[in-house]
């Protein structure tokens, strides 16, 4: 008990960033596209339980009331994904990432021994996203949040992760020591999630999965061994299914693009814990490891658990691997011990 209970997911809301982009063209088009995917169902929903949640989302006092009460000494904070706008143009997207990335700043400063902060890159965009990730740096935040892709201009492709533009961002990451947050925003399987917030369910661990076997398959992690990378609600559907991968990668010459099997990339990554089944977080780390487990929240969401510690006890983990997980693995990544 020695070192501090850490929370790698947690997120906050910046007015600033909004402001950003009011009244730009293509915000009406994006809500739109939200509104296609999500499902007025889902929306109708999401808006009260934003509201509700606000004080928490933008208040230090407010977040720092519910991180004791539930028994969170550190929280990683990041934006909003809401926040990414990766639709907008090359100046209001340097725009919203430099607000975000001072918003989160100022946010953090307020209580600057238990909250830690990341910013935004704009991944549309990635010959910004270099510098961009200097200034989050820059405010003393500890990296950026990304999402599992970038919408292209109409009728190209999406920007992936394994994009070659993203090169020199991964370079820079990389060269930095930089945290990369990997949170999905939008999943691009479109209307047949448009029901039952099937949106968020199945396609969150979804653009999980895919977002990080462009990172694998690829070779950017055989390119860029150092990046330090944490993917959200415990990356998806890809560590408890890599077999798969592994299989792919044996018998297919064009699954080979990495230098060795997928599974064993997985233990130079982190992942949250936040899959919501104990014997599935068990699973996760022993695919994984132990040593590459970060508590998670997803605070103060509805689809996160408000009992970060109470969910990983009940996955029943031996003493050492519980506080790795607790906040030992996440202490030594932010160099808090």
């Known amino acids: 008990m ?44 999401n808006g009260p339980m934003v509201g509700e949640r606000v004080p928490r989302l933008t208040d230090v006092a407010a977040r720092l009331a519910a991180m004791d009460a539930h028994g ?142 462009h990172l694998i398959f690829s070779g950017v992690l055989d390119r860029h061994p150092g990046l330090r990378l944490i993917a959200a609600h415990g990356g998806g559907y890809l560590p408890t299914h890599i077999g798969r991968s592994d299989h792919a990668w044996r018998v297919r010459p064009d699954a080979r693009g990495c230098a060795r099997e997928p599974s064993s990339y997985l233990r130079r990554l982190y992942f949250d814990s936040l899959v919501h089944d104990p014997h599935v977080l068990r699973e996760l780390i022993r695919a994984v490891g132990p040593d590459r487990v970060l508590l998670g929240s997803d605070f103060p969401f509805d689809m996160g658990t408000e009992d970060p510690l109470g969910a990983l006890r009940a996955a029943g983990l031996p003493d050492h691997d519980f506080h790795a997980v607790r906040g030992g693995n996440a202490a030594a990544l932010l160099d808090l011990v």
């Open 72 to 213: 969170v000494d550190v929280q990683l904070v990041s934006p909003s994904p809401s926040h990414y706008h990766y639709w907008a143009d090359p100046r209001p997207a340097e725009r919203v990432c430099r607000s975000a990335n001072e918003g989160t700043a100022a946010h953090c400063a307020k209580a600057p021994d238990r909250l830690y902060g990341l910013g935004l890159v704009p991944l549309q965009h990635p010959g910004l996203a270099p510098a961009l990730l200097d200034h989050a740096l820059d405010q003393g935040l500890r990296g950026v949040e990304i999402s599992s892709h970038a919408p292209g201009p109409a009728g190209t492709r999406e920007t992936e992760l394994s994009d070659p533009r993203l090169a020199p961002f991964w370079a820079r990451a990389e060269e930095t020591g930089a945290l990369v947050f990997l949170h999905p925003f939008g999943c691009t399987l479109d209307e047949r999630l448009d029901q039952w917030y099937l949106s968020n369910t199945v396609g969150q661990p979804t653009e999980n999965a895919v977002a990080l076997s």
């Open 2 to 45: 020695t070192v501090p209970t850490v929370d790698v997911h947690a997120h906050l809301l910046l007015p600033e960033v909004e402001e950003a982009v009011a009244g730009r063209a293509g915000l009406a088009e994006a809500r739109a596209l939200d509104v296609r995917r999500n499902g007025p169902a889902a929306l109708a929903v």
